[in-house]
């Protein structure tokens, strides 16, 4: 009797510690979200910088810093994701300091030199930024495996809840940031403040449980263990890669849209890209769900096949300024569910021991792959003679690629092992 009393004291207490953990990483996600990348679209149109240079400064930070993640991702899966997450969230932090830089522009340009073409102020803009982004890198691997593999049979589920609730500090990004960036004359650093304050909570409850010293693999052994599933994860990373890049693209390109459009200035400026986040971090859920009830592969490709069909709706119609919101949120719920699905789709047909490594190839390669699109439509669009339009139309393509793509996928049993 005092044995089963022990017992279930030890079991609460793994409980307990279990949900908060969940929480922890799940703030943490919010707060990473809301910060880095996500702010440059609009900081880069307010700010007044030149589209084709912030174009070419995204590519190459979101390569090089995507480019690490699966690093990362190999060592949360052989010393725990706690370090990992705790050192990105601050990290992504830097990117707070860009909204005062914008007043010191000319002393920047004057006391520092230039360096591949990039003046004193872009040269620190890229410092920021790499900071922020590389921080991002580190989290959302380790992110990821933890929040996929809470639980063997409902991983779709969890890691949907995981990337939504991301969504809701990524949707927020664009407009916090506008807002303290005009309201507190450019003065975003004061952000920092909260963001010290949330980040003491998250160090206090993330506390995942470490796994056992003869569970973890080396980087390359990582890798070896994935070559049974080495087609079906390149087929995923492909189609990710394909949908970051069209969701990048678009969200670079969509001030410059909403402006050609004749849209009110504050869609471009945060509003659309909020709208988006929202429609997909409130689809993300129950599309998790139906993912785990009637087949991951089946869910995956319908939510490719309607992202695709709802890009086009929404960069070739100009609609009344109502019925375009209704179109934003309707798109990001298909737009915005193709990530998480592919990744769970990922970790579903990888060894458990290897989620971490797997979520950043199919996030942070993906992404990489993904964030060289700025540059390229930032160059088109100014090939174009400035048409936001008709550069997202050709962007478009690759959704019709992605679609085929997700025929070849295979068919797998979802039921837990």
Request: aromatic share 10%; charged share 10%.
């Amino acid at each position: 009797m005092l044995q089963h009393s022990i017992n279930q004291s030890i079991d609460a207490d793994a409980t307990r510690r279990t949900v908060r953990t969940f929480i922890a990483v799940v703030l943490a996600h919010i707060m990473v979200d809301f910060m880095g990348m996500s702010i440059w679209p609009v900081y880069k149109t307010l700010a007044g910088l030149d589209v084709a240079k912030a174009g070419w400064i995204a590519t190459i930070i979101a390569m090089g810093g995507t480019a690490l993640q699966p690093v990362f991702g190999s060592i949360a899966d052989r010393f725990g994701p706690r370090r990992i997450i705790l050192l990105g969230s601050v990290l992504t932090s830097f990117a707070l300091l860009l909204g005062p830089l914008a007043d010191y522009r000319a002393m920047l340009d004057n006391a520092l030199p230039t360096v591949f073409g990039l003046s004193g102020f872009y040269l620190v803009i890229f410092i920021i930024l790499a900071a922020g982004r590389l921080g991002q890198d580190m989290f959302h691997p380790a992110g990821a495996g933890l929040a996929g593999n809470f639980s063997a049979n409902r991983g779709s589920t969890f890691l949907a809840i995981f990337i939504a609730c991301g969504s809701i500090g990524f949707g927020l990004s664009q407009i916090g940031f506008r807002t303290a960036y005009t309201s507190l004359g450019h003065h975003t650093e004061i952000l920092l403040i909260p963001v010290a304050i949330l980040w003491v909570f998250i160090w206090k409850w993330c506390r995942p449980v470490e796994a056992l010293h003869s569970q973890k693999l080396s980087f390359i052994a990582s890798f070896k263990a994935l070559r049974p599933v080495a087609g079906s994860i390149l087929t995923l990373f492909l189609i990710l890669g394909l949908s970051a890049g069209v969701n990048s693209g678009l969200f670079f390109l969509m001030p410059e849209f909403a402006q050609e459009k004749g849209y009110p200035a504050w869609i471009g400026q945060g509003g659309a890209f909020g709208l988006i986040i929202f429609g997909a971090m409130i689809f993300m859920v129950p599309m998790g769900h139906l993912a785990d009830r009637i087949g991951r592969r089946r869910t995956l490709i319908a939510m490719m096949i309607l992202s695709a069909l709802s890009y086009h709706t929404l960069i070739r119609l100009t609609l009344p300024v109502p019925a375009f919101i209704s179109l934003c949120i309707v798109s990001g719920a298909f737009l915005g569910t193709v990530n998480p699905l592919g990744v769970a789709f990922g970790q579903r047909i990888s060894p458990r021991e290897n989620v971490s490594i797997v979520s950043a190839i199919l996030m942070g390669w993906a992404w990489c792959l993904g964030g060289t699109v700025p540059s390229i439509v930032g160059e088109l669009y100014v090939r174009l003679g400035h048409n936001a339009s008709k550069t997202l139309i050709y962007l478009g393509f690759a959704n019709v690629v992605m679609v085929l793509l997700g025929f070849l996928l295979p068919k797998v049993t979802d039921k837990a092992t």
